[in-house]
């Protein structure tokens, strides 16, 4: 695939192959792309398989791999549902008008090559984005989407990923879905909104893939599948 290699290294994997040591395009992929390209192979491989109900694969993510959950099942139609757990900014996270992570944030730590070149022109600019991340999760309509928040992850931005899933059932009421239900309120952690397309909840704790994260997606898959 590629490694999480930070500071624009494309040496190994699919960086590699694609891009290496050449200067990228400005609107040319990034290493979430790579990795949901990835995802998507695995896909090719599982729908030849008997054994397995290819109209019921979901592709699950945490952190940078919810981001890639997002980003696959939005161009992958083929995915059944994307869980994206705790991916904040990138990922189900709004960025205009937000807290959390800036475009700042990825530029200090190296990983701004999980996006494109163009990306890094919003450092100090977040609200001028052209788009936000209720797009991408629109574009997984009207299949299903889990998004799970903690509630101590400033990062990640926990209410942003919540009104990010509120700003997308927009496209999944169009499509005579129901998308997230909620009341007119932050939930509280603890919680889990399950009853629409778009499930969400928010647990107690720090940023990291915990059991109750996943007893939470297993509970709504089970009625699904």
């Known amino acids: 695939m590629v ?6 290294d494309y040496s190994d994997g699919l960086g590699k192959l694609f891009i290496g040591s050449r200067k990228r395009e400005k609107t040319e992929w990034g290493k979430i792309g790579m990795w949901a390209y990835a995802a ?16 019921k694969v979901a592709v699950v993510g945490h ?32 960025m205009r008008h937000a807290t959390g992570e800036t475009v ?10 999980w996006f494109c070149e163009k990306w890094k022109e919003y450092h100090g600019h977040e609200n001028e984005i052209p788009y936000d991340q209720h797009f991408v999760l629109a574009c997984i309509a009207p299949r299903y989407i889990l998004v799970g928040s903690a509630e101590i ?3 990640a931005d926990p209410k942003s990923e919540f009104l990010s899933c509120v ?16 009341e007119d309120k932050y939930p509280v952690p603890d919680t889990a909104l399950h009853q629409g397309e778009i499930g969400y909840h928010i ?21 699904r599948i």
């Open 3 to 8: 490694n999480d290699n930070h500071f624009g």
């Open 40 to 55: 998507s192979r695995a896909m090719d491989y599982l729908v030849t398989r008997e054994d397995i109900d290819a109209e």
């Open 63 to 94: 952190s940078r791999l919810g981001k890639t959950a997002l980003w696959c099942a939005a161009r992958d139609t083929r995915f059944f549902t994307a869980i994206s757990n705790n991916s904040g900014k990138g990922g189900a996270s709004l």
């Open 104 to 113: 700042k944030s990825f530029l200090d730590a190296g990983s701004w090559d």
């Open 153 to 155: 992850d400033p990062g």
């Open 167 to 182: 700003a997308a059932s927009e496209v999944y009421r169009l499509l005579g879905k129901t998308g997230l239900v909620t």
């Open 203 to 223: 647990r107690k704790g720090l940023h990291y893939f915990s059991r109750t994260d996943w007893l939470y997606y297993m509970d709504y898959l089970k009625k």
